[in-house]
């Protein structure tokens, strides 16, 4: 069936890039997404890649798509305190239900 | 803004009672989600609804039943709480089941004694 992976923790230095990485089955998603949630609050959607791109870049977000190898990333450049969160990969599926990694806590060190 | 609100940020509830969790949206979306988090295990699809009066099951419907009398409004239901499902529950709105355009409420921590 399909499905997400994702590492559960990623430790980086404040000011370091992180990169969040995930690997996903259905080689038919059409869409990527990567949503973030801070302590004690629902989900919000970060940033979203469309399958025939291969790169999107907002600000300190970069997302790369591997079609290939079936791998997407997150990057965020120069890491802040306030990044802190668990970040959930999640592909759009077969029907229009969305498969959900099990989310990366990303950890700030000082 | 969308606004998706979950009537019950914290609950404890004892096995065996029966459990309503509310969730009200309101932007007139036509699908709404009731998902659970587990730690390690992402978010897990319980029940969703894509019209007034209409439900599907998702992924763990086992032990939650649904109800959306009114669009604006989508409850999961614990007819009888058990400690395996002490569990974070994410209500989500959607207006057409994309990513891009799903939103969540802030979460509603149960916990079963």
């Known amino acids: 069936g399909e499905d997400v992976e994702q590492s559960l923790f990623l430790s980086v230095r404040e000011g370091d890039s992180s990169v969040i990485n995930c690997t996903y089955t259905d080689s038919s998603s059409t869409y990527l997404y990567w949503y973030k949630q801070e302590p004690g609050a629902g989900l919000q959607l970060l940033t979203y890649?469309?399958?025939n791109m291969d790169m999107k870049q907002d600000q300190r977000l970069t997302v790369l798509l591997n079609k290939k190898d079936k791998h997407l990333s997150l990057r965020i450049a120069d890491t802040q305190t306030g990044d802190s969160a668990i970040y959930f990969c999640?592909?759009?599926?077969?029907?229009?239900?969305?498969?959900w990694g099990a989310g990366t806590k990303l950890i700030i060190k000082p | 803004d969308v606004k998706v609100t979950q009537s019950s940020r914290y609950l404890v509830k004892r096995t065996g009672e029966k459990v309503f969790l509310e969730c009200v949206q309101d932007?007139?979306?036509?699908?709404m989600f009731w998902y659970r988090q587990d730690p390690g295990l992402g978010l897990r699809l319980i029940y969703f609804s894509y019209d007034v009066k209409m439900k599907e099951k998702g992924d763990i419907p086992e032990g939650y039943s649904v109800s959306r009398e009114k669009k604006e409004r989508f409850s999961l239901i614990l007819e009888s709480a058990s400690t395996n499902q002490t569990s974070m529950y994410l209500c989500a709105s959607s207006f057409d089941g994309m990513g891009n355009t799903i939103y969540f409420g802030e979460g509603s921590w149960l916990t079963v004694v």
């Open positions: 890649i469309f399958s």
């Open positions: 999640a592909e759009k599926g077969s029907n229009y239900q969305l498969i």
């Open positions: 932007m007139d979306h036509e699908n």
